[in-house]
């Protein structure tokens, strides 16, 4: 008996209720047991069961969650892979075919946080789509069970893939899914499965081409029709089409912004987009169409009732002006005077020279501490991403030097607005502080502290980096050392060195270039700092050598939020 969309999902969810990864294998892979199973199992876990529905409508899709007992609020992101699958089979285009993916959490049978994989196609009433759903409901070709890798590195991939070639699972298909930056290898399962389901997905967190192209090179065909000679090329031209559009998602952040959007939306309810438009004295087309694509992002989610409305999700709610950890500061920040210099890139590419410095006639520092408004922004976008600053008060030189017997001296060199040196000024009250910054941030950081209630403990010096206070028991340089060649990296060391008594430590905030090249938040501001200041991100043993050649000795370094890192440094032995 075929069963409707209803009794599958329900069928799905009960399933991943009820299983693990190590009474699952073994039956969708009979010939896998002993020490290879444990290995497999190891490696990647149970995380979904996939199936694709077919409702007619936004709100059709909500009374089935509800009938499972999913939650109907579930937000949705486009399918890129089934999108193409489902236009291979049924000779469609595949911009005539609306796929979206949503992801219903479930519990396994141990508690464990597991999801249901839906992928959804409208296909209203009288629809020309509908044969593709009848077709689809009898097959089941979309209907998988998923195992994700718990440690994505190209090696385990690879030889997950060998292991289950040999077991019988033959390469069904996959792809790169950039909107959630998730590579999807599918398999299907050999004939003697011992489970309703026939394919299996091994899915890994971000981009791995190279095991995705080797896959694709076994597929030897796709629900009985061969791959297309260009489908390669076609997925090259869609992803580097994503890639080119990025620009597009910079400025549509910076605009949701700046119309204080987040600030007119209501994140428990949905605001129709004319009432919404009334709210910001904006266009209701207009901002229609902004807050479709930024739904595309998750910054803000359609009306699951199917009206035109919207409301703010809690990535949107990271724009909030007057949110505890806004990043407001750096969406106008990036889409602004950094992203004028960013049209230059070709320009430090081709001489050296930073892009700012050619756009504006002066360095970025020069041109913000000249304008005032400029200046405040800049300050608050770089205490915008002080999160990383949370674990340091916990920090061992930090708490060591609160529980001294006698008080001891942060000094913050360079602190910017004072807001690392208040947090930690906060967290320990036996400590005084002293901030060496440029005059105008000198006075942000003074009325900063006072609110912060810690600025009686705190000293103020205006200056440069030759003005390093002596005598402090620990030094902090955060986020300073990537804004400069190493040359002058060297000259600030040397400066902290000398100011730096014997018993002193160094902390150093930065973020670190993997060593193995994957891929990492440090290697994008990499060329940020390239282009806008001249300076640039550094490996830890590249921080090291530049630390010896100041006469200090990298001890550790420990990571932080927003894949920053803490480095300790004292002076090398005589």
């Given at each position: 008996m075929l069963l409707d969309d209803t009794a599958r999902l329900r069928a799905a969810a009960a399933f991943v209720r009820e299983h693990d990864s190590a009474t699952l294998l073994p039956l969708l892979l009979p010939g896998l047991r002993g020490p290879e199973l444990k290995s497999v199992a190891a490696r990647c876990r149970f995380a979904h069961a996939g199936l694709l529905l077919f409702p007619s409508d936004a709100q059709d899709l909500r009374s089935r969650l509800v009938e499972c007992g999913l939650a109907a609020d579930t937000p949705a992101q486009p399918s890129v892979v089934v999108r193409a699958r489902l236009a291979r089979r049924h000779h469609r285009d595949a911009a005539e075919l609306d796929v979206r993916i949503l992801r219903p959490r479930v519990h396994g049978p141990a508690g464990e946080r597991r999801v249901v994989e839906v992928f959804t196609l409208h296909v209203p009433a009288h629809s020309d789509l509908e044969p593709i759903a009848a077709h689809e409901r009898a097959r089941g070709?979309?209907?998988?069970?998923?195992?994700?890798?718990?440690?994505?590195?190209?090696?385990?991939?690879?030889?997950l893939c060998a292991v289950l070639a040999r077991h019988g699972a033959r390469p069904d298909g996959g792809g790169y899914n950039p909107h959630e930056d998730g590579t999807v290898l599918y398999f299907t399962t050999p004939s003697d499965t011992a489970c309703g389901y026939r394919r299996l997905e091994l899915y890994a967190p971000g981009d791995h081409r190279d095991a995705l192209a080797a896959h694709l090179e076994g597929l030897e065909g796709l629900d009985g029709l061969d791959e297309r000679p260009d489908a390669d090329a076609d997925r090259s031209a869609e992803t580097l089409l994503h890639l080119l559009t990025g620009a597009w998602t910079t400025q549509a952040l910076a605009a949701f912004a700046r119309l204080r959007l987040p600030e007119a939306m209501e994140?428990?309810?949905?605001?129709?987009t004319r009432e919404l438009a009334r709210r910001t004295g904006t266009h209701p087309e207009s901002l229609a169409t902004l807050l479709r694509y930024l739904a595309m992002l998750d910054v803000v989610a359609e009306d699951p009732e199917g009206q035109d409305g919207f409301r703010l999700t809690p990535l949107g709610g990271l724009l909030l002006a007057d949110s505890p950890d806004t990043m407001r500061p750096l969406a106008l920040m990036y889409a602004g005077p950094f992203y004028r210099s960013f049209a230059a890139l070709d320009h430090t590419v081709r001489t050296g020279k930073p892009a700012f410095d050619e756009l504006f006639g002066e360095n970025h520092f020069d041109h913000f501490a000249r304008d005032p408004e400029l200046a405040d922004l800049f300050d608050r976008s770089m205490a915008a991403s002080s999160r990383m600053f949370r674990p340091l008060p916990a920090h061992p030189v930090i708490t060591a030097a609160a529980q001294a017997p006698a008080p001891r001296t942060v000094?913050?060199?360079?602190?910017?607005n004072g807001e690392?040196?208040?947090?930690?000024?906060?967290?320990?009250p036996t400590l005084?502080?002293?901030?060496?910054?440029?005059?105008?941030?000198?006075?942000?950081?003074?009325?900063?502290l006072d609110a912060a209630?810690?600025?009686?403990?705190?000293?103020?010096?205006?200056?440069?980096?030759?003005?390093?206070?002596?005598?402090?028991?620990?030094?902090?340089?955060?986020?300073?050392?990537?804004?400069?060649?190493?040359?002058?990296?060297?000259?600030?060391?040397?400066?902290?060195?000398?100011?730096?008594?014997?018993?002193?430590?160094?902390?150093?905030?930065?973020?670190?270039?993997?060593?193995?090249?994957?891929?990492?938040?440090a290697t994008a501001w990499d060329l940020h700092m390239m282009c806008n200041v001249g300076g640039r991100e550094r490996r830890?043993?590249?921080?090291?050598?530049?630390?010896?050649?100041?006469?200090?000795?990298?001890?550790?370094h420990t990571p932080l939020p927003l894949e920053a890192?803490?480095?300790h440094a004292r002076r090398a032995p005589a």
């Open positions: 070709h979309e209907a998988h069970l998923a195992f994700e890798l718990e440690s994505p590195d190209p090696v385990a991939l690879h030889g994140p428990g309810a949905a605001v129709g000094v913050d060199v360079a602190g910017g690392l040196l208040g947090r930690i000024l906060t967290a320990h005084r502080g002293t901030l060496l910054e440029r005059p105008h941030a000198v006075e942000t950081a003074r009325r900063s209630g810690c600025g009686a403990r705190c000293d103020y010096r205006s200056g440069d980096f030759a003005d390093v206070p002596h005598s402090g028991d620990v030094y902090i340089l955060s986020r300073v050392l990537h804004d400069w060649d190493d040359d002058k990296c060297r000259e600030i060391l040397r400066h902290c060195a000398r100011a730096m008594p014997a018993h002193a430590d160094l902390l150093i905030v930065e973020r670190l270039l993997p060593a193995d090249g994957s891929p990492s938040l830890a043993d590249q921080y090291a050598r530049l630390l010896a050649d100041a006469g200090l000795e990298l001890l550790d890192h803490v480095m």
